[in-house]
């Protein structure tokens, strides 16, 4: 019989966070781990004895089924940054202590790169300690901006979504026989790949968004409203994606324009929003036309209703993986998916140091963006489109979808 397991969630969460967590739960299981425990809050939560056995919320495959389509992160989330050990030793002791009362042999950490950072630090610990635990990562961001992965669990989904969603924006547009411009604003920080899924809307029923804005192209207000113009000679309903972390060249957000007082994480990390509606006042200045912002926000990462069956099947299958890689020996890694090809898809999964992991931000690569024409090249569409194909029905109950709850 093997030790106990505990795991937690933290950051943002995805539609498919969850789907993580069962591959951690049942593999976990099937190997035979006596107590599989949850962390409450991810380590903040943890440090403050908020623990779940998981087998009390998930008892029967039902459970299992459910909670794969459960949208948000069941155990709850958070947004703390683990100290310097040579800043605070005493936190490192106490998350310690705290692992070894449980019997704790495998720690499971479901995020992106800030939560990456906390696998980092712990296994750094662990190792200066001579401690037996391992401790691995599984990835986890709908920004798809974690290195070394081809891309991460919750990407997929929320790139179905955005496209979906904007295929219905661009119809509803055709309505009226008036000039308008529409923006809408997709999540993704300082990565574009949110925002570059939208050009997935494109194909034989729909042409698709007239622009895309990327973080990776700094802004330039005159040759935006000279494109938006030139376009609106043609058409006179444009439809604009833009990502909510575009910046000028000069490094500001163009949200700061409007809000230069926006709050800031324990990671740094500006709360970005309000871009879209910078973008509007622009061109109804310019232009004169009628103007509407739609902030995609939340809804982009919790709509499980929406979700990639691909997506959903390779969040499940790196949970399983960082379970089987931890009880063969291996810690500080995080779990990786490897493209074999795209036609047909194929993905594996690997293991990759840590260190080259947490705190690095992947970006659009430069190649893939067709910054002249403000849209992205087939290459990117290629690399996102097998990553939204298939859906998992919700179970539905009384007409809406059953979801897992964890009462804390």
Same mark, same amino acid.
């Given at each position: ?116 950072? #906390? ?32 891309? !991460? ?12 969603? !904007? ?14 411009? #529409? ?103 310019? =232009? ?9 926000? !939340? =809804? ?47 993905? #594996? ?27 992205? !090249? ?31």
């Amino acid at each position: 019989m093997s030790g106990n397991v505990i795991v937690g969630q933290s950051g943002g969460p995805t539609a498919v966070i969850n789907s993580s967590l069962a591959g951690v739960y049942k593999t976990a299981k099937d190997r035979g781990a006596n107590k599989v425990y949850g962390m409450q809050h991810g380590i903040q939560g943890f440090l403050n004895g908020q623990i779940v056995d998981l087998s009390d919320h998930i008892k029967s495959n039902l459970d299992l089924e459910l909670l794969k389509r459960t949208p948000s992160s069941y155990l709850g989330s958070c947004r703390y940054k683990l100290p310097e050990v040579s800043d605070n030793k005493e936190v490192y002791e106490t998350i310690f202590q705290k692992l070894h009362e449980l019997n704790i042999e495998y720690f499971f950490y479901i995020g992106g790169n800030d939560s990456m950072d #906390t696998i980092k630090k712990l296994s750094e610990y662990a190792e200066m300690t001579g401690s037996h635990i391992r401790f691995m990562g599984v990835p986890k961001t709908i920004d798809n901006d974690l290195a070394a992965t081809d891309h !991460t669990p919750g990407y997929g989904s929320a790139a179905k979504y955005i496209a979906s969603i !904007t295929k219905e924006v661009i119809r509803d547009g055709l309505v009226y026989d008036i000039k308008s411009v #529409t923006i809408l604003e997709i999540m993704g920080r300082n990565a574009g790949w949110l925002t570059g899924a939208a050009a997935l809307a494109k194909s034989e029923d729909c042409e698709g968004p007239d622009m895309i804005l990327l973080p990776e192209v700094p802004f330039d207000s005159k040759d935006f409203i000279r494109k938006v113009d030139e376009i609106q000679k043609r058409k006179k309903s444009v439809v604009i994606a833009v990502s909510e972390g575009v910046r000028f060249a000069d490094g500001r957000y163009l949200c700061e324009v409007g809000d230069a007082n926006a709050s800031v994480d324990a990671f740094g990390h500006k709360q970005l929003s309000g871009t879209g509606r910078v973008l509007a006042s622009l061109v109804a200045g310019e =232009l004169g036309c009628k103007t509407r912002a739609i902030e995609f926000n !939340t =809804l982009q990462r919790c709509a499980s209703h929406i979700v990639s069956r691909t997506d959903i099947s390779e969040a499940f299958q790196v949970g399983g993986a960082a379970v089987k890689a931890a009880f063969e020996g291996v810690t500080g890694k995080m779990i990786i998916l490897k493209r074999v090809c795209d036609e047909p898809y194929q993905c #594996t999964t690997d293991i990759y140091d840590i260190n080259a992991i947490a705190n690095v931000e992947k970006r659009v690569p430069m190649e893939w963006i067709d910054v002249p024409n403000y849209f992205v !090249t087939q290459e990117f569409i290629n690399y996102a489109r097998p990553l939204i194909q298939a859906e998992l029905t919700p179970i539905m109950v009384e007409g809406l979808p059953r979801h897992l709850y964890c009462e804390e």
